[in-house]
């Protein structure tokens, strides 16, 4: 398996522009995270899906940013207007079925907001 | 009550010798914890886990010490090597809950 896909890598906009963020989880994994880590406040879960479903989107920091799960191989996490804060790498892991499965990390996508 | 409180913030150590990272939380329903490994430009990688029904568990030269009285946790690493360099996160989450909490990390250094 190719593991958790992410992309782009790499991102660089500037500011007040939307970015679109994409992963593709391992298949036959039923939960999906969306993660963010920065320097200052380290690893942040945004949101969680279960089969698909949103479970938990409190981490998700404002309404600029929104998560979508169309079916069990697609993920989007899009931020729109997006600010210089919201630099950072995002990363999308996958889990068999629930938080205490082994999450597996994808390699995560760089956010430079200009 | 929901944080993990990790230490120290960095560590270097010298190669062959013992790496230690110190883990702790107050939520008692935290059932399942985790250890992660980050290697600069990567995702953290699942690299060893434990749960509160054993106080140790030795994977290799990685060992979880777990202390259920106190709530603490920590991860040794014997015969450190330079390759062992990276990103350390413990976590710890329920079950059945919606989170996982991560540690701040700590950055190790061994030297050659």
């Known amino acids: 398996d190719a593991g958790v896909i992410q992309s782009p890598r790499h991102e660089v906009t500037e500011m007040g522009q939307e970015v679109t963020l994409r992963c593709k989880p391992i298949?036959?994994?039923?939960?999906l995270f969306w993660y963010r880590q920065t320097m200052m406040r380290g690893l942040e879960l945004l949101i969680y899906f279960n089969n698909n479903v949103p479970i938990d989107d409190s981490g998700m920091p404002e309404d600029r940013f929104s998560a979508k799960m169309p079916n069990a191989s697609f993920s989007t996490l899009k931020i729109q207007p997006s600010e210089p804060r919201d630099s950072a790498v995002y990363f999308c892991?996958?889990?068999?079925?629930?938080?205490?499965?082994?999450?597996?990390f994808g390699p995560g996508t760089r956010l430079t907001v200009l | 009550q929901q944080q993990v409180k990790q230490s120290p913030q960095s560590l270097i150590v010298q190669k062959g010798g013992i790496s230690i990272i110190n883990c702790a939380y107050e939520?008692?329903?935290?059932?399942?914890f985790p250890w992660y490994q980050q290697f600069p430009g990567k995702g953290p990688a699942l690299l060893i886990a434990?749960?509160?029904?054993?106080s140790e568990k030795k994977e290799g030269r990685f060992t979880i010490s777990f202390n259920k009285s106190a709530k603490q946790f920590s991860l040794h690493i014997m015969d450190s090597q330079p390759g062992d360099s990276a990103t350390y996160f413990c976590a710890a989450s329920e079950a059945g809950g919606f989170k996982t909490i991560f540690g701040a990390g700590t950055r190790l250094f061994v030297k050659a």
């Open positions: 298949s036959g994994h039923n939960s």
């Open positions: 434990i749960r509160p029904d054993v």
């Open positions: 892991a996958s889990s068999a079925d629930s938080f205490t499965d082994t999450q597996y």
């Open positions: 939520n008692t329903a935290f059932d399942y």
